[in-house]
């Protein structure tokens, strides 16, 4: 059943700006309704959010009914990092994967979040849950999710300008030759393997990694790095290592040998995000620590005194700011 609301303008004015202010709603949101054909001036049905408005002319928006998917039973836990009005901070598990797909059967992140109660309003018809951007199903790690429409248009612009990121920890082998690895090369979906993406593709997009060293294994042929993304690609980090022989302990998908080193899960951890607050404005950091399976193998291979210099997050934006 459609929910229809009626104004008349009363000043010269492009349409998006005027159902922003009458609707409360950001200008994506108020796209996404024309986009829908649910916008209406005097009875006729409009395709461009720059329409000018003219005083008194009638304007009709019907808003669709929000279409809300089921819920699958959640049996996981997430550790909640940072809660507000606006923004949840999560430290998401490992195994868990973060949209729900035809090919998912196991619970996702979206499940947790409909049981949580956070679905975002929307007036485009489709339901949202904040989900801003994602992290692949093995990777574990800070992640933030909006609770509002205007936190999630004010994160995701972040996302495009760069100045939202996230330093990553992972135990690769064999080691990486220098202190600062930079690749830059474009990543695109492989053409021999549809469960994999590939680096140095003509039709890839471009994509640039920095890699961190920050420790040697007792053995010398497992190292613990840092890295970070300056975009956002589908395996990015995994792709890039890939790329000169590397891999991340417990990748059997980008793995050189997966016999060489096992691991229960993929060692690649999302450490530390960084944003700006929707509302304070402030520049916040977030940190999430290892799970049990991490924190173990990490515990093993590393000496502790050098592990608490290195993976102090001070210490990794230091570094990381030093070598750009």
Known sequence: MLNTEKYICEKSERLDTFLTSKIGQTRSQVAALIKNDSVFVDDKKVSRPGVKLKEGQKIRVEFPEVKQSKAQKVDFDVEVLYEDEDVLVINKPSGVTVHPAPSVKEPTLVDWLKHKGIRLSTISGEERHGIVHRLDKGTSGTMVVAKNNEAHEFLSKQLQDKSMGRYYIALVTPPLKDDVTIIESNIGRSSHNRLKMASGLEHGKYAKTMFKHLALDKDE??????????????????????????????????????????????LLHAYLIYFIHPTTKEKLYFKADFDAVMKETIDKKFDREILNEVIDTDYIIRSFTAAI
Do not use: M, W
């Open 221 to 266: 042929k497992v190292q613990l790095i840092a890295c970070k993304l300056f975009t956002g690609r589908t395996h990015q980090i995994r792709v890039h290592l890939e790329s000169i022989n590397r891999h991340i302990l417990g990748d059997h998908i980008y793995g050189l040998s997966p016999k060489v080193e096992k691991a229960e899960r993929v």
